[in-house]
């Protein structure tokens, strides 16, 4: 059993920053890959930023420059956004792939509301 909880979402105005944090906990110790997903209104989930056990990174190209994803050990994962614009607004959702079980994880989602 796997529980991933997101905080740090809310409401900022345009060029504003807001840091995610997500924390896993359960019967599984370590993923190999944590990473940011988020779905705006009537559009796709799409993936914002991934990181890996060995510390690769990749990000979505409307983010790159602007949001850093970063981690603390295997069950702790962060994402700072900074330079917020409108159409980042959307639920985002921490997202854990325990690779060994071949099983995805999905947290509730936390809501970022940017203000122009």
């Known amino acids: 059993q796997v529980q991933l909880v997101e905080s740090g979402g809310g409401l900022v105005q345009a060029g504003g920053s807001l840091r995610l944090s997500c924390a896993a906990s359960?019967?599984?110790?370590?993923?190999?890959?944590l990473g940011w997903y988020r779905q705006a209104p009537g559009k796709q989930r799409e993936l914002v930023a991934i990181i890996t056990s060995s510390d690769s990174t990749n990000y979505a190209d409307s983010v790159k420059g602007r949001f850093a994803i970063s981690r603390v050990n295997a069950k702790m994962v962060y994402l700072q956004m900074n330079s917020l614009k409108p159409e980042d607004t959307a639920v985002y959702y921490c997202y854990a792939y325990a690779g060994v079980y071949g099983t995805g994880y999905w947290g509730q989602g936390t809501l970022v509301t940017v203000s122009s």
């Open positions: 359960g019967t599984i110790f370590s993923f190999n890959r």
